[in-house]
């Protein structure tokens, strides 16, 4: 059985690798659903909990299966929650503990979890687990109890959970949990979790989530692997990001910024992007998060069922395929097409050298150049005129618009890597915003206007097809152990009978494999059309 992502912080740092795929480098591209292990899901669209013959699996199974599509591949949990409509107890009616907070573990309640943690690793996912979580306020954590344990509870606790999901490989581990200016003895009791976790597992990676404050809090720091970001304002998300991958050399990851319809803490379509695009160029290539408020609780968020929900996330529709969502997968695929792991931040300003706008605002232009010099992305948040320096490109480069919004392209010219150039983009995206992905690849081999179909006379150690704009399709036994459509622009099609043990299309800019179902192909990393 497939056990999913075994994530691992990479030898030279700032991205995380899949030891399950020969070391390919992963990002992280999540969704948040904290509550999935605990409740029924309502209908995608409604506010309220589905109808008593619905099940917790099948609720499940409609997130992955939705999530997977838009490609996502990362859920993050409250292992124990005060959100839920049963809280603290799980919707098989399970409390967590059998009695004393953290000491007794109820182990049918960590066993509902485990399922949860099998089912993602069969769609590919990895799992965020936040042992205890501590809480905004007393009312959405358990920060008052952490803190009147002693440490040497919250170690064993700690243990308890890495036994428990050491054995899967598609997990890691949340400190803290959204608790302002944590005090001294919270600070000091989830260092004790660290320590009873990194007792019984080496394997999976550890990261920290604080309320607005930097991920590497000056004594949990010691015990993460990977430095995460969380603010909920405008702009101030990828500044956070460029001041941590500026401080350190560890992986960084945006793990929570504003949720779709937060409208009253200034969330819009415009800022959601901007959020996402300008943490990846600013260094988050650990990963970033997408969180709904009407779908991060998996529950009915009508007023009454879960008291301890914010007001933000109350009253808002279960949506799996919304606006917010469809555009992260957008901007995404840009990214996935690339040898993204190789992203350098351009904060000094040699790539783009004029036009930027005001620093660690939502309307400045944030680039990336690749270590290689081979390609480079540049967030254009307003209409006005960038210029680049092409000289940083190791060889004549091809421009191109791409919509944020839908990912359409445009084609902004061919140029020599001398001299600068001027870009501007003069009407609205797909969206009616403003704003634009600036994309620069080495120019490469033209794309032919088709690709061949395969059949079962097809069958060879090798089948590839060069610079073709369409992938392969394949009927019969067109097997090979490598089997190949470079600079394709979509995904291969084939029936059951095409597969054969492991074969790989590049496609769409990104390497394909089938799935470990063979039911179809999923994208494993870029290497070069």
């Known amino acids: 059985m497939y056990s999913g992502p075994l994530l691992q912080v990479h030898g030279g740092g700032r991205y995380l690798v899949d030891a399950r795929a020969s070391s390919a480098p992963h990002r992280i591209k999540g969704v948040a659903n904290w509550l999935i292990h605990l409740q029924v899901a309502p209908a995608s669209g409604s506010s309220f909990p589905n109808s ?137 009791r989830f260092e004790s979790v660290a320590t009873g976790i990194r007792a019984f597992d080496s394997r999976h990676f550890l990261t920290v989530h604080w309320n607005f404050a930097a991920g590497d809090n000056p004594t ?33 990851m945006m793990l929570e910024a504003l949720y779709e319809l937060n409208t009253g803490f200034g969330a819009t379509a415009f800022v959601l992007r901007e959020q996402t695009i300008g943490s990846l160029l600013n260094g988050a290539l650990a990963g970033t998060w997408f969180g709904h408020e009407g779908t991060w609780h998996a529950g009915g968020g009508n007023p009454g069922s879960q008291p301890n929900l914010p007001s933000q996330s109350t009253g808002k529709a279960y949506d799996l395929n919304s606006t917010g969502i469809n555009q992260q997968k957008a901007i995404h695929d840009v990214f996935d097409a690339r040898e993204w792991w190789k992203l350098a931040p351009d904060t000094g300003s040699a790539l783009v050298t004029a036009g ?63 001299g600068s150039q001027a870009f501007s983009h003069a009407t609205n995206n797909a969206g009616g915003d403003d704003d634009w992905l600036l994309v620069f690849d080495l120019q490469g081999a033209v794309a032919a206007s088709s690709a061949p179909s395969f059949s079962a006379a097809a069958v060879g ?31 291969p099609t084939m029936n059951a009978a095409a597969l054969g043990q492991y074969n790989d299309i590049q496609a769409g800019g990104a390497k394909w494999h089938p799935d470990y179902y063979q039911r179809g192909w999923i994208p494993d990393y870029f290497s070069g059309a």
Do not use: H
């Open 220 to 252: 949990v720091t010691g015990a993460t692997d990977v430095t995460s970001c969380y603010k909920w304002s405008d702009g101030t998300v990828p500044a956070q990001v460029r001041a941590e991958y500026a401080e350190n050399d560890a992986p960084v």
């Open 52 to 188: 008593a013959g619905s099940t917790l699996a099948a609720g499940q199974d409609a997130w992955f299966t939705a999530m997977a599509a838009l490609g996502c591949n990362s859920v993050v949990i409250q292992l124990i929650s005060k959100y839920q409509s049963t809280a603290p107890n799980d919707s098989d009616g399970n409390s967590p503990f059998t009695g004393a907070m953290f000491s007794t573990p109820r182990q049918a309640y960590f066993d509902s979890v485990k399922l949860l943690v099998q089912k993602a690793a069969l769609a590919g996912f990895t799992v965020g687990i936040a042992p205890c979580w501590a809480g905004y306020d007393s009312g959405q954590g358990f920060y008052t109890d952490i803190e009147a344990a002693t440490g040497a509870v919250m170690e064993d606790y700690g243990e308890y959970v890495a036994q428990q999901f050491e054995p899967y490989d598609n997990v890691w581990y949340i400190l803290g949990g959204d608790r302002p200016s944590p005090s001294a003895t919270l600070d000091s």
């Open 356 to 418: 930027r706008g005001t620093i660690d605002t939502v309307n400045y232009a944030v680039a990336a150049l690749a270590s290689d010099s081979s390609f480079a992305i540049v967030y254009c948040p307003t209409g006005g005129s960038l210029t680049i320096a092409l000289s940083q490109f190791s060889g004549p480069v091809r421009a191109r618009w791409y919509d944020p919004t839908n990912g359409a392209t445009e084609e902004a010219g061919a140029f020599s890597n001398s």
């Open 461 to 491: 150690a090798v089948l590839y097809v060069a610079a073709a704009s369409s992938a392969p399709t394949l009927t019969g036994g067109a097997t090979g152990a490598s089997l190949a459509a470079s600079a394709a622009s979509s995904a």
